[in-house]
């Protein structure tokens, strides 16, 4: 029932969290999927404090370490605006996987805040994490918020040097990028550079 809700995104009737309440007086055990289709139901209706008991739930129950569950807390909370509740989340983890390490960066980079996005990546190269065109696209647009142009060519060149092939996306992401930062030449010399790989591909 509680995924039924998730999916259609309807919970005017009945609170999800009710069906998790009566499920536990009847001997049920919630597992990690349990917690992410009831904080994925919990965000259609924006009931923060309901997520906020799912979350000490999940705490009770050993699933926090689980690195899908608290992808979907972390999603929870910067859907609702509580971004510290979402780094929380985020610290909390013993060690974040590559999937957290980009949605705590997304958030910083939805919510506006280049700066914070970019020294998290930074935290994370430094243990070790490897980003994936998702992470990179991500950082990229965070160096296009920053409007810095030296910060978006040091990343441009940690994308060539890592081997991470450049996708459409990544590539267009990077053209707004320079154009962002106001280094329209930069913007062209990367766009016919793409425009010939392509060709000779």
């Given amino acids: 029932m509680i995924k039924k809700q998730a999916e259609n995104g ?4 009945d609170p999800p969290l009710l069906y998790y309440i009566q499920g536990l007086r009847t001997g049920l ?35 926090a370490s689980s690195e899908f569950v608290s ?13 510290g509740k979402a780094r929380q989340v985020f610290d909390e983890m013993p060690q974040p996987g590559l999937v957290l390490w980009t949605l705590m960066i997304r958030a910083y980079v939805c919510l506006t805040l280049p700066g914070e996005a970019l020294e998290l990546f930074r935290t994370m190269r430094g243990v070790g994490v490897m980003p994936d065109i998702v992470a990179v696209a991500t950082v990229v647009s965070a160096c296009g918020l920053l409007g810095n142009l030296g910060v978006a060519k040091t990343m441009h060149c940690f994308i060539e040097k890592s081997g991470i092939e450049v996708d459409a996306f990544v590539s267009s992401t990077l053209i707004n990028t320079y154009g962002e930062c106001g280094s329209l030449d930069d913007a062209y010399r990367f766009f016919r550079e793409t425009a010939m790989k392509n060709v000779v591909r």
């Fill in 29 to 63: 055990r919630p597992n990690g999927q349990t917690f992410i289709y009831l904080l994925k139901a919990l965000v259609s209706g924006k009931n923060v404090n309901e997520g906020e008991e799912v979350h000490a739930s999940v705490v009770r129950t050993g699933f």
């Fill in 71 to 83: 992808g979907a807390l972390l999603a929870f909370y910067v859907a609702n605006g509580f971004t």
């Fill in 10 to 13: 309807d919970i005017t009737r």
